[in-house]
């Protein structure tokens, strides 16, 4: 398919497409250099596991005699998390793989390097990155990851930077825009998920415990919250700003000591660039929420929570500090010249627009912030962090103060001044009803 086609309606599904096994795939794929370079030549003395524990994907782990091993990834025809009764498009692979390639060139080592990908089969053979682990896992364990907020602001800062208008030349960036258009089915699943369903008594949402109803049946009848949640809807169909992750949660991030790769971006799209980085802080204020239903008697994770905290400061912080070394350095794209600011003179005045702009990102974050807390909360794709606390009582009060600051960084975000604000306010909620 060429590529005008391809941005048209995305590539179409192809007939050979068969769904991986633990039992089909050494004899499958045996013969991919991809993998014999790094598993050795005899596919029998492969080891493979399944461990797809996402929405959406077959995920295995391959590996070879005393080697690292690999990730294959597939996608199903359907959404895993539902089954078959909610067909999904295979050709996401195909837009992930696109994205995985462009971030690995704009964030240097922030993601698994891709080894192969085969369209029709709807498979990434790429990096296993290992000993990591989800980085949820390491938030409900207390484990610190030392300069994960630093790599995550960098890695927010270059590809949302270099993937916009300030930075490609407009013909790629249009390009770019057109074929990610083509991955219109995983932008559906957040319009819905994101945006509508936590405001209303959706079929897919799920059981919403009793003691948690009052304050949601509050949420759902608040039409203020609503009509930002539309506003905010809006800016994510229609500002098509840069190339997003476009699922940038705790679960899409591994982590091991002080190394972490982002992963999973299958959701990428040309959208608002406060999208990435809201998503991402409200899953960190979600996990500091869920704390004390994960304390123990040696550790009552009070601790944890400034740790948290000082994450989320650095994310923001990170990304600011980069975005604007990039703006000062390589603003080569059609948005905001040199020719009308530096080259009169006019460093300043560049300097005003720099700030105006991350202003906007800002308020931006704060929005999709509290949406994604609400869906995360009583929508469909809820978080471990939640479900696993055992303690109904505790669990339902630590999501209701976290369903109360999402409202407030929905309706507050043109008054929340900054980061610490933002956190302020997040110690403010914990300590409520
Ligand atoms: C039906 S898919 C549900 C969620 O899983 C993915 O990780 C995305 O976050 C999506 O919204
Ligand atoms: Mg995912």
């Known amino acids: 398919m060429n590529d005008a086609a391809t941005a048209a309606q995305g590539p179409v599904a192809s007939p050979d497409y068969a769904a991986l096994s633990v039992e089909t795939l050494a004899s499958r794929l045996g013969q991919l250099p991809a993998m014999r370079q790094r598993l050795g030549d005899d596919p029998a003395d492969w080891q493979v596991r399944e461990v797809g524990d ?8 391959v590996r070879g005699q005393g080697e690292r091993g690999v990730i294959v ?44 990908f085969d369209e029709d089969q709807a498979l990434i053979i790429m990096q296993f990155l290992t000993p990591h682990r989800i980085l949820r896992q390491s938030l409900m364990d207390g484990t610190r990851h030392e300069g994960l907020g630093e790599m995550l602001g960098r890695f927010c800062a270059e590809t949302l930077f270099r993937g916009s208008d300030l930075s490609l030349q407009a013909a790629e960036r249009k390009r770019d825009v057109a074929l990610f258009a083509g991955n219109h089915a995983l932008c559906d699943i957040t319009e819905n998920l994101v945006f509508d369903e936590p405001y209303f008594d959706a079929p897919l949402n799920g059981e919403i415990p009793a003691v948690l109803q009052p304050l949601v049946d509050e949420l759902r009848a608040d039409a203020d919250l609503k009509i930002a949640a539309q506003q905010l ?33 299958e959701f990428v799209l040309y959208g608002p660039m406060g999208l990435d980085i809201g998503m991402l802080l409200a899953n960190f204020a979600m996990a500091w929420f869920a704390q004390p239903g994960h304390a123990s008697d040696g550790d009552d994770r009070v601790a944890y929570r400034r740790w948290i905290e000082s994450t989320m400061t650095a994310v923001w912080q990170r990304f600011t500090e980069r975005f604007s070394e990039l703006w000062r350095t390589e603003r080569a794209g059609m948005l905001y ?8 003179g006019q460093v300043r005045a560049s300097e005003v627009a720099l700030s105006r702009r991350l202003g906007t990102v800002w308020r931006d974050t704060l929005g999709f912030a509290g949406v994604e807390i609400h869906r995360r909360t009583i929508g469909l794709a809820r978080i471990v962090e939640y479900e696993s606390i055992h303690d109904e009582a505790l669990r339902a009060r ?16 043109g008054a929340i001044t900054d980061v610490d ?7 403010g909620a914990g300590e409520g009803a």
């Open 73 to 116: 990834k597939q996608a199903l025809p359907y959404v895993r998390l539902v089954g078959d009764s909610w067909p999904l498009p295979l050709s996401r692979s195909f837009f992930e793989y696109h994205a995985l390639t462009r971030q690995a060139v704009r964030s240097p080592d922030t993601v698994p390097e891709v080894f192969h």
């Open 233 to 265: 809807k809006a800016r994510f169909a229609n500002h098509a700003e840069t190339m997003l992750h476009g699922d940038l949660h705790t679960g899409s991030i591994m982590a091991d000591g002080d190394r972490a790769g982002v992963i999973d971006p």
């Open 54 to 61: 996402g929405n959406l994907n077959l995920v295995f782990i």
């Open 421 to 427: 604000d933002m956190l302020a306010r997040l110690r």
């Open 337 to 344: 010249p040199a020719r009308l600011f530096e080259d009169q």
């Open 398 to 413: 630590l999501q209701g103060q976290g369903l109360r600051y999402g409202r407030e960084l929905v309706l507050e975000r």
